[in-house]
């Protein structure tokens, strides 16, 4: 049978294999949508939407108010975390029978810190067209009006829910130089600030973004210790999601860090050979094991 082309739907024809590459298909659109003020959305979205035959989204009930306020009605399908494993089957199906999909999350950009990464990994692996339609990003907003390094940054998604869990990982990265960024939920961001204040010191620079976007959007900016304090004193604190940002390490934070490296190592030295000194020093400060080889051949030198 001739395959014949598919981009508005499934087309007769079109028999292509969710297991073989495709030789005519349709496209995966990986669409942002609002984050709160529903004008973010973009007219190029609002197109692919109002276009595609069928949308994939987080939690169908809430992605239905938005196409609802946007008069689109389409056939519509739940992905979230707990099937994307399954429905990722039958969303290649759908490309593969010529059916464009749009892929959607509850908020912002599909796959940061939401699913749809098994989907868009088998997607490609099969060869399908992906194509992003870009908008709203919390991280990316909050960042933007934060006022805080921005040439550099990581971002760490959601720290572990558990205080010991979430004190080590910061402790990982306090030496890091770069903005950190994290998002946290309502009820665990008093307690994720004081373990930022215990681990990174009380002065470590922060800026908490809450409910980007929407009629009561709030910046929270200054001293770790000083933030805490104004989350517990405001009856709004601990409502809405939050965009977690910490300014990197300083230079001379970091000088500091190297000085009690050298410290440490020079008296591990005196009892052990260098690898093992420089892996137990790397467990002690938290610098990378490699660097600490290095400096410990320095020393016995």
Not at 92 to 121: H, M, Y
Not at 163 to 173: H, Q, Y
């Amino acid at each position: 049978m001739t395959l014949v082309s598919c981009a508005g739907g499934q087309r007769e024809g079109c028999v292509n294999s969710a297991s073989e590459p495709p030789e005519q298909a349709g496209t995966l659109y990986i669409v942002a949508t609002p984050i709160g003020n529903l004008d973010d959305l973009s007219p190029r979205a609002a197109a692919v939407l109002s276009r595609v035959d069928v949308i994939a989204a987080e939690d169908t009930r809430h992605s239905g108010r938005l196409l609802q306020h946007l008069g689109i009605s389409k056939p519509m399908m739940a992905l979230h975390e707990h099937n994307e494993r399954d429905r990722a089957g039958q969303v290649l199906d759908k490309l593969a029978a010529c059916q464009d999909v749009a892929l959607i999350s509850d908020a912002g950009t599909p796959l940061i810190s939401d699913p749809g990464f098994v989907l868009v990994r088998e997607a490609r692996a099969r060869d399908y067209r992906v194509t992003p339609v870009p908008g709203a990003c919390a991280l990316i907003s909050a960042l933007s009006a934060a006022g805080l390094p921005t040439d550099r940054f990581l971002f760490e998604g959601f720290l572990p829910s558990k205080s010991g869990a979430r004190k080590a990982a910061l402790d990982r990265l306090a030496r890091e130089s770069a903005t950190l960024v994290f998002y946290e939920s309502p009820h665990r961001i008093v307690d994720t600030v004081g373990d930022i204040a215990e681990v990174m010191g009380a002065e470590r620079e922060l800026v908490l973004a809450r409910e980007l976007t929407k009629t009561f959007e709030t910046f929270y900016a200054g001293a770790a210790a000083h933030v805490r304090q104004t989350l517990e004193a405001d009856p709004h604190g601990s409502r809405g999601e939050f965009v977690v940002m910490v300014r990197g390490a300083s230079a001379e934070e970091l000088s500091v860090g190297a000085a009690e490296a050298d410290r440490v190592l020079a008296l591990l030295l005196t009892e052990l050979p260098v690898k093992k000194a420089a892996k137990l020093a790397s467990e002690l400060t938290g610098i990378s094991k490699n660097g600490l080889y290095q400096r410990a051949l320095s020393l016995k030198a």
